[in-house]
């Protein structure tokens, strides 16, 4: 299966911006039928025939309902695909207009920011992605179900803002905290572990060849 290779949250967690409550929307069942209509598709974002077909659909989702986030989010995908950058900005805009406290749609779109050279706007965005962790981190149980994430997540922010070096020792406390967990692979420790040491240019490295982490292709779709 290809693998999503870029924004950060999409190689080794779900998306948390999905899984934040969103505002009142009704969902469009015709925008439903073509969202799901790509699912097929998912295996081939290297192929750019099928991202130009998923697009097709998605374009039309879209068209039919503008605030359909799940629909904005397979599209970035396959734009990556296609490397059409500049639009893969502009959908990371709309999700953003639908999800404006979701860190990860910050971290996502300074990625993409770096990949067009724009490295200012790009860091801007992950110091409103950082801000946002620090917030929500501030008043947050380590119990959390989200705590583990927005602290590597706070982190690699910090690493593509420069500081490794407070990236790492927030990086060394996490991971010494955490149990080992044989049944699910000590998935948290690993995840960790791979963020530690790294630079700014190592770390877009990392996220640019996911393959090596053990990462899959995630997509959304609605309940058939």
């Known amino acids: 299966m290809t693998t999503l290779k870029f924004a950060f949250p999409f ?24 969202n799901n ?60 207009r639908l999800r404006p406290n979701a860190h990860d749609l910050f971290m996502l779109k300074g990625n993409l920011l770096n990949k067009i050279g724009d490295t200012t706007s790009a860091n801007l965005n992950f110091e409103k992605s950082l801000g946002i962790c620090n917030s929500a981190l501030d008043t947050m149980q380590e119990t959390n179900r989200d705590y583990i994430m927005l602290v590597t997540d706070k982190a690699v922010n910090l690493i593509m803002l420069g500081d490794s070096a407070k990236a790492n020792k927030i990086l060394k406390i996490l991971y010494d905290k955490q149990p080992d967990d044989p049944e699910f692979e000590n998935v948290d420790k690993k995840y960790i572990l791979s963020l530690m040491n790294k630079n700014r240019s190592e770390l877009m490295n990392l996220f640019s060849n996911p393959d090596t982490s053990g990462s899959s292709t995630q997509s959304y779709g609605y309940p058939q």
């Open 11 to 34: 190689l080794f967690i779900a998306l948390y911006s999905c899984g934040q409550k969103p505002n009142i929307h009704k969902i469009n069942a015709e925008s439903v039928r073509l």
């Open 37 to 96: 209509k790509i699912i097929p598709l998912i295996s081939f974002t290297n192929n750019p025939d099928s991202c130009k077909k998923a697009l097709l659909f998605l374009d039309s989702a879209t068209a039919i309902d503008n605030d359909d986030f799940i629909a904005y989010y397979n599209k970035l995908m396959f734009l990556y695909g296609l490397k059409q950058y500049d639009k893969a900005i502009n959908t990371a805009n709309e999700l953003i």
